[in-house]
């Protein structure tokens, strides 16, 4: 049973930072190419960032030069650290795997002053 859990979200101001996390567990493979995606109220889901096992990553343009995945295989976790957050960033953030093509529950940021 695969599982993936985010932690990291919560109410910040607009210009502030936050790191979010998703681990992973149940199989090895569950890491091989692993994304965030956020969904705003009223909004569909979107594509925010991946990476691969080997550390290459893609980045939706909205978020390029603020955001910034990485990865702990040791750790089988998934980080998203977001930078110079704008009112338009609050959504439910959520990690994905590709390899099961499983999600996370979703945590919560509000950029708010």
């Known amino acids: 049973q695969v599982q993936l859990v985010e932690s990291g979200g919560g109410l910040v101001q607009p210009g502030g930072s936050l790191r979010l996390s998703c681990a992973a567990s149940?199989?090895?493979?569950?890491?091989?190419?692993m994304a965030w995606y956020r969904q705003a109220p009223g909004k569909l889901r979107e594509w925010v960032a991946s990476i691969n096992r080997i550390g290459s990553t893609s980045y939706a343009d909205s978020v390029v030069g603020r955001f910034t995945i990485s990865r702990d295989n040791a750790r089988s976790t998934v980080y998203l650290q977001i930078t110079s957050l704008k009112i338009e960033d609050t959504a439910v953030y959520y990690c994905?795997?590709?390899?099961?093509?499983?999600w996370g529950q979703g945590t919560q940021v509000t950029v708010s002053s």
């Open positions: 994905h795997a590709l390899a099961c093509d499983c």
């Open positions: 149940g199989s090895s493979f569950t890491m091989n190419r």
